[in-house]
């Protein structure tokens, strides 16, 4: 049992906080900060991570990446977070790509996985539908052949970012014999084609992000089905494991703890700083001793898988703490914010508070609600739980 | 990165887990703390033999050079098994103190004695003034030409009444909270003037209040440095909360699968109570305590083995959480188990009893998370 970093380890760091100091500048972060060059940034910025040969530290070097081991990786996740830079847009470099280089054929590795890394196409996730949330497998958009094509008709809702779009990867049912799970197959559509509808949804945070996704008749050529058709359930749940592991969001709990500990050091109450409130404290406390113990929790999941093991069962309770922490955390910065959680993000407001910490803090804690919903809700990790790992 | 066991940490573990599968079960165990020691001599010698009494020892006294690691796995199945021989009082505690702070003559006499089984310790630390401060020493220690003269009271003394040699923590020099002037002692039990009252704790384990009036001791009992005995004792208590944590772990580990056993198993409404997801749910907040639990006991072995680190905040935050996670997991086994949950012939109330004494034991969570605040928040660590 070790968890000590090598001298090798010590300069991988160096180097890590060497490129996020000169590669994520003060230009990069003004256009991600404005919706209208928020898309251009982040391909801008993805970029720059391809040029490093960092962009799929998880893909096998194969197929372009680099093999990072667990320590690498949880030193870049670390030094990220504290830096504060952005994550990866995951759609396509950790949700589809491991689909296409693990299940797809060669045809579609050349054509796909390239254009991934170099971030050329802009990938979302066409998973659930209105009908179809926590019982994901009762999806009811369908597929049918005609010819070449399959015809899609159907709907996704709450697809990521399905506005700045290229493609999508869906789910979708080929058959309705049998089992729900065995009719799915996995379809990588064009978002570009005719009778494909994107209508926005404005989130309780009021941003967008969220879409519904209509198909009207849209013909996706069979060259673009993963795999065999009818077994699209089967691909989907190896990547639902590596999604659930990243949703812990260790690092980045880390960063925003750290802010809430910056402000209530400088946030008075009666004279006395929140940082010195004993209630406070412990508010804090009780959080950072959950995150510490899921910082190893993740740190044992991810030696297992380096060592062989496929991400189970396990990554369900990284999802699970991980999203309760975020929602911890950010409950507490409202606290903190007291009155100013009700400060729109207005250029005036910045101006006159000198400060957006309460806006920041109520649209984190706002759009956070989403993160015990996204990725299977908690209740049905729960359940994942209670069937694969206590035998239930 | 690894979190893997070596093959000699491998073995350890399963040799403690054969010998509680096969000569103690909880039957066993309940003679064993009923009985006039509340302990088996028998079993201590086959401690001795299988060479667990030497693990944390250093190789030139006849130890195994063992590490933290080493004592974890051991004291996780020790936990499995609600072992109640003195190991934790006379091989982490005592051994430990002495180990840390000894000069090579007493290394020299008291380790070998204790590898081979024949020497039991304890360590009386506690007052009845003092809960959680060790600091807080009314015991008075008085220079008497060449000897020292011990006067005051000790309590709860782990192992208290079956030691043959006490460690007993006495001021020296300063006020009764004061950091500075605190002295170790290694006392013999049966020095003139030592009185004890031996008793018995919720959890099966034995200890004794000791009286100690105008004690005789020579200087070479003196334990590491005059006045500077805290440190020693803030060290060995540092190790020994981690070993706690593992015994914790491994009843926290045992309760959950009896629950989940007893859960597949007892029916109601004519199915299997597992089947409710109302239940199902509960184990898995329970099974997710226990591995969050089971990461902050990693966490600090790992701070303990690198020598470079202070494991101060790491084992703060492993006593907050056993504490925690103890409570929830104990609760919800007692409550799974229905009515044979409350009884004494079942072994989960008693798994949850011993829980309930590691976490009072170096501090409940409460003080521990104070402790952490402190270094985390204080405006001398910002």
Redesign the interface.
């Known amino acids: ?4 970093f090598s001298a090798e380890d010590l300069a991988f760091r160096d180097e890590v906080r060497a490129f996020f100091a000169e590669a994520y500048d003060d230009d990069l972060q003004a256009r991600l900060a404005d919706k209208a060059t928020f898309r251009e940034a982040v391909i801008d910025w993805q970029r720059r991570l391809h040029d490093k040969g960092w962009i799929a530290p998880n893909w096998p070097k194969a197929h372009g990446g680099a093999e990072w ?3 690498q990786n ?1 030193i870049y996740e670390t030094e990220r977070a504290a830096a504060g830079v952005r994550d990866v847009v995951p759609f396509g470099l950790k949700m589809v790509g491991p689909v296409i280089y693990t299940f797809g054929n060669d045809e579609q590795k050349e054509r796909f996985l390239p254009r991934i890394l170099r971030s050329e196409d802009w990938w979302c996730q066409g998973y659930s539908e209105p009908g179809a949330g926590s019982d994901l497998a009762a999806l009811k958009t369908r597929a049918e052949r005609d010819g070449d094509d399959y015809v899609v008709n159907g709907a996704k809702i709450w697809t990521t970012y399905a506005q700045y779009a290229d493609w999508i990867f869906c789910l979708v049912r080929t058959s309705n014999e049998g089992k729900k799970q065995n009719g799915i197959s996995f379809l990588l559509i064009d978002m570009h084609s005719p009778g494909i509808k994107v209508n926005p949804i404005v989130s309780i945070d009021n941003h967008h992000s969220l879409n519904e996704v209509e198909f009207n008749n849209v013909r996706v050529p069979v060259a673009n089905l993963i795999g065999e058709e009818h077994k699209g359930w089967t691909y989907a749940k190896a990547l639902l494991a590596h999604e659930r592991t990243s949703i812990a969001g260790v690092a980045d709990s880390k960063r925003a703890l750290a802010e809430v ?1 910056h402000f ?2 400088r946030e008075q109450n009666g004279g006395r700083f929140l ?2 409130d ?1 209630l406070f ?2 508010r ?2 009780d959080i ?3 995150l ?6 993740e ?2 999941v991810l ?2 898988v380096a ?1 062989g093991g496929a991400p189970g069962a ?1 990554s369900s ?1 990284l999802k ?2 991980g999203t309760e922490i975020q929602q911890a955390i950010q409950e507490l910065r409202m606290e903190l914010a007291g009155y100013y959680q009700g400060v729109l993000p207005t250029e005036l407001a910045q101006e006159v508070l000198g400060h957006s910490f309460g806006s920041d803090a109520r649209q984190a804690f706002m759009y956070g609600r989403a993160a015990t919903i996204y990725g299977g809700s908690n ?1 049905v990790q ?2 994942i ?2 069937k694969a ?4 | 990165m690894n979190f893997d066991f070596t093959d000699e940490q491998v073995m350890l573990r399963d040799s403690v887990a054969r010998f509680i599968q096969d000569d103690y079960d909880f039957d066993t165990r309940c003679k064993v703390v009923a009985s006039e020691a509340g302990m088996s001599k028998a079993n201590w010698d086959t401690f001795a033999e299988l060479g667990w009494l030497s693990v944390p020892f250093a190789e030139e006294f006849g130890g195994f050079g063992g590490g933290p690691v080493d004592l974890m796995v051991m004291m996780e199945e020790f936990g499995k098994g609600l072992v109640v021989e003195p190991y934790f009082a006379t091989v982490v505690l005592f051994g430990g103190l002495l180990s840390r702070g000894g000069s090579e003559a007493q290394q020299g006499d008291f380790i070998p004695r204790i590898i081979e089984g024949s020497c039991l310790g304890a360590f009386a630390y506690l007052e009845r003034q003092s809960r959680f401060e060790i600091a807080d020493v009314q015991t008075r220690a008085t220079r008497q030409g060449e000897d020292y003269l011990l006067d005051g009271e000790k309590v709860v003394v782990f192992n208290g009444a079956n030691a043959d040699t006490l460690i007993v923590s006495a001021r020296t020099a300063g006020e009764q909270t004061d950091k500075h002037g605190i002295t170790l002692f290694l006392v013999p039990a049966n020095a003139p003037g030592v009185e004890l009252v031996d008793y018995r704790l919720m959890d099966g384990q034995r200890v004794a209040n000791v009286v100690l009036r105008e004690v005789v001791v020579g200087a070479s009992h003196v334990l590491g440095a005059v006045d500077e005995g805290l440190p020693l004792m803030q060290a060995v208590i540092s190790d020994a909360c981690v070993a706690l944590g593992a015994e914790a772990l491994g009843i926290m580990d045992r309760l959950n699968a009896k629950t989940l056993e007893y859960t597949r198993t007892r029916e109601q409404f004519g199915v299997a109570i597992g089947s409710f997801q109302a239940l199902q749910h509960r184990m898995v907040d329970t099974f997710m305590s226990c591995e969050q639990a089971r990461s902050l006991l990693y966490r600090a072995v790992c701070a303990l083995e690198k020598e470079d680190d202070d494991p101060a905040r790491d084992i703060h935050a492993l006593k907050v959480m056993i504490d925690k996670a103890g409570k929830h997991i104990y609760g919800e086994a007692i409550q799974l188990h229905g009515g044979m949950g409350i009884t004494d012939e079942l072994d989960i109330g008693h798994y949850a009893k011993r829980l309930m004494m590691i976490n009072a034991t170096f501090g409940n969570g409460d003080y521990h998370q104070g402790l952490f605040n402190a270094l985390s928040y204080g405006r001398d660590a910002a």
Do not use: W
Not at chain 1, 292 to 297: F, Q
Not at chain 1, 389 to 392: A, E, R, S, T, Y
């Open positions: 049992m070790d968890t000590s081991t667990p320590t949880f500990q209530a050091a940082i010195d004993p404290q412990q804090l406390s950072e001793i959950e510490m113990a899921l910082e190893y929790t740190l044992r030696a297992s060592a396990e309770l699970i703490k209740e729960k359940n739980i209670a790992v206590l035998g239930l």
